[in-house]
């Protein structure tokens, strides 16, 4: 087992930024991919960015690409998201997961583990 625990959420006005960050601990020498998630109310869950934790692969979903940025620390246990120019329509609970195979995608089903989320609202 995996587990995630994620940091960082807050309340900011539209334009601003925040920092997202996810420790993973227990078994994480079985996961390669960790990812960041959001759900806002009443709509589906949206892969944000993937990183993979064995090499330099990155991939943005929606309209983040160029506000947000990914990374991860050399041991792939520690995931960061950075927002920047945020906008309303980036308010959500944003979940980190970490996935176990090798191939690094924004499809929620190959992440077997999950954080509990932390929220993010901006305010135009």
């Known amino acids: 087992q995996v587990q995630l625990v994620e940091s960082g959420g807050g309340s900011v006005e539209s334009g601003g930024s925040l920092r997202l960050s996810c420790e993973a601990s227990?078994?994480?020498?079985?996961?390669?991919?960790m990812a960041w998630f959001r759900q806002a109310p009443g709509k589906e869950r949206e892969g944000v960015a993937v990183v993979s934790t064995i090499t330099d692969y990155t991939r943005y979903g929606g309209d983040v690409a160029g506000r947000f940025t990914i990374s991860r620390d050399n041991s792939g246990n520690s995931v960061t998201l950075e927002m920047n120019s945020l906008k309303p329509g980036d308010s959500a609970m944003y979940y980190c997961?970490?996935?176990?195979?090798?191939?690094?995608?924004?499809?929620?089903?190959?992440?077997?583990?999950w954080g509990q989320g932390t929220q993010v609202t901006v305010s135009s």
């Open positions: 227990g078994e994480t020498s079985s996961t390669f991919c």
């Open positions: 997961a970490a996935g176990v195979g090798r191939y690094c995608s924004l499809n929620g089903a190959g992440f077997p583990f």
